[in-house]
């Protein structure tokens, strides 16, 4: 999928009532957006699909709802007050801010572009985005060569060194050389393409205000930057309240904000998004079993959403951030390349043993289990894996993923349908319904029965426009089935139920109507 399609998908989301710019009416605010009426309802969706795997299928792991103020002693004791900073430069020329990281990376990027096109050009094998997964799945002579010559190309070479360079720049806090590496690569401002630049200097991402009536005695407190810490903070409470014995792991979601240096690709990145975590706290030790378990517990939660496996991809943290001694993200095939769509980090015991040095508190958990010695494990301050998704990375790739454009009509009555193949769970609206007319009785016995499927599913009721018009209007918003009552429905009690993806129209009766909905709107189909 091109940036062409990505520009569609943007205003797929805003037409129909997904995703609107923050406070549009002023001309919006920078990186920030509203979910629309149809947006929330896939947003509540994804949100549940997440909350029923992690917190309904596991007995151990409980969810809470911690504020998103938070004393701030917690930001000390998380090093976000300290080291929760990006690299920033600015071009002096256009006043342009940018991530010092991020250019850097841009450049690794299109030197790796430019090596595949020349491979392309050299070896005539052209490897294409739809081939993807023939290439994973079996990966066969022509391929291997072209990987081979891939790896020996001058401008692979030189963008593994770059790499290189960078990964030890930020290993080492090294801002000099960050800005260094920019000069010596001349990248320049996508704006005054110059090369004009600041030094580099680092830049906290946490938004601060006031809590207290009294501007002089008011408390700096801060908007949470992640919603962890309110699970680390609240650890005694649930395991005491909840009796919960290690492994067990606490999940939540919610707001969290970042002062992001720059935010673009809509959604992807904005200064006040969602998260969904889920802290594991387990005994010190097992942390690389249960990395690995947690790795492959939450691809396959990926893969169930079946948008293909070769959409998915693991990347090995070089930098470990200042709590972690394992890392990698799970990223999404994007538009825009494949970006950061889920973090599991082994988080040590970094966050409870900095609790509870700060607030004197013992975050200590007694372990009655045996060691092989025949003796209790006893006290320790718990060892903790996290799995963090942000929910709008999450419903920005299911849209990627589930927006099409299809050719459909005979010869002479060509057309192109758009169409959001969503799964049904998902779906803002599960069923439409619509009287064939307006008049006849119709539109009541549509409504007979739209008050029995409206209890248990999101209903759409519409009897404007032709039936086809209604039919692609529902395409577009992903709404799996559309229920036609007609004037032998009066007679014989009999619908059309058409469906999306097919297109396909059958004639049933009424009655079966919850049947078909059922079967498909099954949770086990994405948790069993
Ligand atoms: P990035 O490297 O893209 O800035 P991160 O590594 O800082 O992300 P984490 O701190 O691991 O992200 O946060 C966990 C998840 O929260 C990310 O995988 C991502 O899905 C989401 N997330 C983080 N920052 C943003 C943002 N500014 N907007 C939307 N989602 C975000």
Redesign the pocket.
Known sequence: MSEEVFKKVVSHAKEYGFVFPSSEIYDGLGAVYDYGQNGVELKNNLRTYWWKAMVQMHENIVGIDAAIFMHPKVWKASGHIDGFSDPMIDNKDSKKRYRADQLIENQIAELQMQATAMVIQETGIDIHHEQMSAIFDEPNEKYKRFFEEHAKNPLTLKANNLQSRLDNALLNNDLAELKKIIEDEKIKCEVSKTSNWTEVRQFNLMFATEMGAMAEDADKVYLRP?TAQGIFVNFLNVQKTGRMKIPFGIAQTGKAF?N?II?RQF?????E?E?MEMQFFIRPGTQKQWYEYWKEARIQWHNKLGFGKEKYRFHDHVKLAHYADAAV?IEFDFPFGF?????I?SRTDFDLRNHQELSGKKMQYFDAELDENGKPYGNYVPYVIET???L??LFLATLCACYKEEEVGEEDKKDTRVVLTLPSLLAPYKVAIFPLTKKDGLPEKARVIMDELKLEYNCFYEEKDAIGKRYRRQDALGTPFCITVDHDTLNDDTVTIRYRDTMQQERIPAAKIKEILREELDWKKLLG
Not at 267 to 271: A, G, H, N, S, T
Not at 339 to 343: N, Q, R, T
């Open positions: 992640e970042r992001e935010a959604i992807m990145r904005m200064r998004f998260q993200d970006k950061e769509m889920e973090g980090h963090s998704i942000g709008d990375r």
